[in-house]
Each structure stands twice: as structure tokens, then as C-alpha cells.
């Protein structure tokens, strides 16, 4: 199965205004982090926001905030006030803690997000 | 915050060559490296978990004769993919967990390498 879920291929906003890109998670650890990254067409990878399992707010980071939904495994990034330079790639990723590979991380498929001026 | 360095950032080689890739912890030692693949436009899928002082742990599904990884020591994993073919073209990102004690438990991403085999 699956353990992180992004069901949108592509998002299209519009400048200054708010996008949600979705994410859903599935695990049976009780301790786990969640993760959203940027990855410009350059290639590297940006961390932007992470949310603990066991927080009991929803983590923001300026522009950025995550909705945790811990009852529906769902930890949605909310982009504030989207800029030009917020196009690119955003991955969802969720972190357990196996016993024998600490801080193994798993990615969702991504949500190419284009800006429009 | 941490850094960690990929070199080099992009390779040409010819089918049947061998092409090492490596993976530095700048500022910090990273007994645990990860190295990932990802193709265009795709998410990034692990590979393996490279661990300093013993045998890297493989993904299902990953090739160890061919993705030969050697950690070989707390600041340096390497990548070698052996005779390389045409379908190995990806781009290659290593990654090295955070400090104990950092609130968010995260990894820290090389910039990644972008592998082309002609």
C-alpha cells in the first residue's frame, strides 16, 4: 500500500491567492513526522514544514501552514498569499521509525504547482 | 543548518562504464546516509541506506551488484553504478538525517546528480 498519497498531479493558482495541496498518509506507527518539500527545477530539495505526530497544532512556517487531520491521516499544505517564485514540484513525506532504519523517509508522487501572474 | 554535497552534479558516460557518485556531510557526521532516485517529473523513490562501518541496506526491487554503495567514513557515501546502462539515467539524491535533538527530525538533501548514459 501506498504510504503517502498526493492525488493532484498539477495545480494551477493564481498570484496572491491561497492554494491547498493534498496529502494523505497511512501508517500504523504511533510516532511518526510529516514533511512538505519544495524542489525547484533546479533539482534540489527545500524542506518548507513539519508536523510531529503527537503536535497538537497545526505546524505554520510563514506563507506555509499544514493542516493535520490526525483522524483522517491527512496533512495538507496551505501556500498563503502564492508568489511567481512558489512554481515548482512540492512532495509530501512521512517518517517512521523502524527498528533498524531510523529516519526512513517516504515520498509521495508530488504536486507541480504553477503560479499565474 | 547542515549541508550536504553531491559530486559531481551531472555525468555523461558511455553504456558499460562505471560512474561513482559522492555524498559528503559538510559540517557534521552522518553515520546513516540515504540515497534516492528519482525519474522527470516522478517522486523520489529510496534506494538504499547507507550505514558507515557495515553493509548498506537495499530497497526491494534494487539491484546491489549494481548500485554499489560504500560508506566509507561518518562525512562520505558513495554511489557507483556499475556498468551502466541507458535505462540507469536518473537523478541520484542523498540525503543524511538530522542532528540528534532537532526538533524536526529531518533529512538533509545533496543537491542531486543528474546521471546520462549515452
Known amino acids: 500500500a501506498q504510504k503517502i498519497t498526493q492525488t493532484q498531479p498539477g495545480m494551477f493558482v493564481q498570484e496572491k491567492e491561497a492554494v491547498t495541496l493534498d496529502c494523505t498518509y497511512d501508517t500504523s506507527d504511533p510516532s511518526y513526522g510529516l514533511f512538505w518539500y519544495k524542489q525547484p527545477s533546479s533539482g534540489e530539495m527545500i524542506f518548507l514544514i513539519y508536523q510531529g505526530s503527537y503536535d497538537q497544532q497545526n505546524a505554520t512556517e510563514g506563507r506555509y501552514s499544514l493542516n493535520f487531520q490526525k483522524a483522517r491521516k491527512s496533512a495538507n499544505l496551505v501556500i498563503s498569499a502564492s508568489q511567481l517564485g512558489d512554481s515548482a514540484m512540492y512532495f509530501c513525506a512521512m517518517r517512521e521509525v523502524p527498528v533498524y532504519n531510523f529516519n526512513k523517509f517516504y515520498f509521495g508522487s508530488g504536486t507541480k504547482l504553477n503560479v499565474k501572474p | 543548518g547542515a549541508v550536504v554535497s553531491q559530486h559531481p552534479s551531472r555525468v555523461i558516460c558511455k553504456s558499460g562504464t562505471s560512474v561513482k557518485i559522492e555524498c559528503r556531510s559538510l559540517d557534521f557526521q552522518a553515520t546513516t546516509m540515504f540515497w534516492y532516485r528519482q525519474f522527470p517529473k516522478k517522486s523520489l523513490m529510496l534506494m538504499a541506506t547507507?550505514?558507515?562501518?557495515?553493509?548498506?541496506?537495499?530497497e526491494q526491487g534494487v539491484e546491489k551488484d549494481k548500485f554499489l554503495i560504500n560508506h566509507a567514513s561518518l562525512t562520505l557515501s558513495t554511489l557507483t553504478v556499475t556498468s551502466a546502462h541507458p535505462e540507469d539515467s536518473s537523478f541520484y539524491i542523498c540525503s543524511a538525517p538530522g542532528l540528534a535533538g532537532e526538533g524536526t527530525d529531518t533529512q538533509y538533501f545533496g543537491p542531486g546528480t543528474r546521471l546520462t548514459v549515452l
Open positions: 547507507s550505514n558507515e562501518g557495515s553493509k548498506a541496506t537495499y
